[in-house]
């Protein structure tokens, strides 16, 4: 028999699923799927003894809504990242720009992180799944930007010193290198100042010796 706690409990996530289904329409994600993802998200910050009350308090304050989007868009809903993209591109992009103070580069870095946030992980799970909505989503792409923006900055970073540190092993060597110093020269103020991205878009700036080989 179905206790009043549980009752209680499956009554306010139906509530709040028919609230982010009312916001973003229908994403092909089902109630069911929705429920044990948020009950799911409940046990992993409550102990079982904990009261129902403090299951609603924590079900309540969750960005259900951004976690509706969300999970809809783990589960590779076209309808759902269609839905995403006219919310959050333009923001990504804007944040992009932001960070790394360069158009061009915003450009490359908010495209990287789409496609990644698209894409699933070594474990073969959608990156988007990693959204608990403990903050906005807003939020939360705001920190996977900048996340991103650091790891690029830290990959050009670590091939700089690489190539600096090779030893001189003759002219041949030492002329096949010298485009690729030649072209470190060139680079823009911003990777200077630790916000160039790794792209497909400047790569010709950080590896030109593919061309001379």
Request: charged share 20%; hydrophobic share 45%; proline share 3%.
């Amino acid at each position: 028999m179905t206790s009043p706690d549980e009752i209680r409990l499956s009554d306010l996530l139906a509530q709040v699923y028919q609230a982010a289904y009312a916001i973003h329409g229908d994403l092909d994600l089902e109630l069911t799927c929705f429920a044990e993802r948020l009950r799911s998200l409940l046990e992993s910050h409550l102990e079982l003894a904990d009261s129902i009350s403090c299951r609603l308090d924590l079900l309540n304050s969750l960005y259900a809504t951004d976690l509706y989007l969300s999970m809809a868009c783990a589960q590779a809903s076209d309808a759902a990242w269609r839905r995403f993209l006219t919310i959050y591109e333009k923001r990504i992009l804007q944040f992009a720009i932001f960070i790394t103070r360069h158009r061009g580069i915003g450009h490359d870095l908010a495209d990287n992180v789409i496609t990644d946030l698209f894409l699933p992980d070594t474990t073969g799970t959608s990156r988007m799944a990693s959204y608990d909505g403990r903050r906005a989503l807003i939020v939360w792409l705001r920190a996977v930007v900048s996340h991103q923006a650091s790891n690029q900055r830290e990959l050009v970073r670590n091939h700089r010193e690489r190539v600096e540190a090779m030893p001189d092993c003759g002219t041949v060597t030492v002329a096949l290198l010298q485009p690729l110093r030649v072209s470190s020269s060139k680079l823009s103020e911003s990777w200077v100042k630790g916000s160039f991205v790794f792209s497909p878009r400047n790569i010709n700036l950080v590896l030109p010796l593919s061309k001379n080989v």
